[in-house]
């Protein structure tokens, strides 16, 4: 999980790469129906009951909740108890941004949730700073990809490599 799968990464700022990766909570690809409904269970948060209908403390929470939250959950509820459903699309804007309203009312621990799907599919930074030092990090590493291919198609037998390696250390972008 990397900023550079971010389009137009380079020339976002700190503040806007925050922005988006804060709105793009996808995973990585969806998360298989049983795995997530059997982590739900496991972590006494929601099960089916007898009658096939849901139970437990994310059903008691429902009424409470802002209804956008609500209605997602009941949705996502009623994807995961269907016969017919094989997966979570979390790479789907429809379910992804339920995932962290689910993973905070139930104080999951969201890597674990995460980890159903993949991980992230772009990095979770938590403020400008982190969001820069992602930044600088990403464009150094691309940097020295950058000077490292230059030096090699450079580099001739007889050329001072220091030469060579600064030049293309000069050139990379």
Known sequence: M???EIPGWQTLSAAELL???QSHPETRRPIPVGDLQFYLQQMGKAWLGLTGAWE????DLLPGLPSELRDGIVLLLAHIRSTRSLTVDTTDPQ???LLPGIVAVLGLDAAEVYALGGGRRFPALADEAEAQAAKDAATHSARVTNATALFAERMHAGDDPAAVMLQAWEDAV
């Not at 437990?56 to 059903?59: D, E, H, K």
């Open 95 to 97: 379910y992804a941004p």
């Open 2 to 4: 990397s900023i550079t």
């Open 56 to 59: 437990g403390p994310l059903v």
């Open 19 to 21: 922005a988006f990766t």
